[in-house]
């Protein structure tokens, strides 16, 4: 029903930037909620960043190891977000999942997925 293609992500030195893109596809009536996920080797997948959309307004959430340094935004015409990284740490070496809650009709249905992964490769 609905697809996430990431894009971005690659190898970077400490202290560099990146930037990863997520567009949403599909049968999509409202994007609830829609960010980033990482795992790296041995860890589990933690947050990273996420926005979510409910009748008050946007809010965006941060893991405490990226605030400051990663900042994400979202374009709801195009259904998509893009988290900027900046300031890169060894430690964000990670595949970075995007992640959406959709509401995919107007009866409340909804869409919970993953895109595929991009690896993000910090060296120091």
């Known amino acids: 029903q609905v697809q996430l293609v990431e894009s971005g992500g690659g190898l970077e030195q400490s202290g560099g930037s990146l930037g990863l893109s997520c567009k949403a596809s599909g049968r999509i009536f409202r994007i609830n909620e829609m960010g980033w996920y990482r795992q790296a080797p041995g860890n589990q997948r933690e947050l990273v960043a996420i926005?979510?959309?409910?009748?008050?307004?946007?809010?965006?959430e941060y893991a405490n190891s990226v605030k400051g340094r990663f900042t994400l935004s979202r374009d709801n015409a195009e259904n998509m977000v893009y988290l900027q990284m900046n300031s890169l740490k060894p430690e964000d070496t990670a595949v970075y999942y995007c992640?959406?809650?959709?509401?995919?009709?107007?009866?409340?249905?909804?869409?919970?997925?993953w895109g595929r992964g991009t690896q993000v490769t910090i060296s120091s």
């Open positions: 926005i979510t959309t409910t009748s008050e307004g946007d809010t965006i």
């Open positions: 992640n959406a809650l959709v509401q995919t009709d107007r009866d409340g249905a909804t869409w919970h997925g």
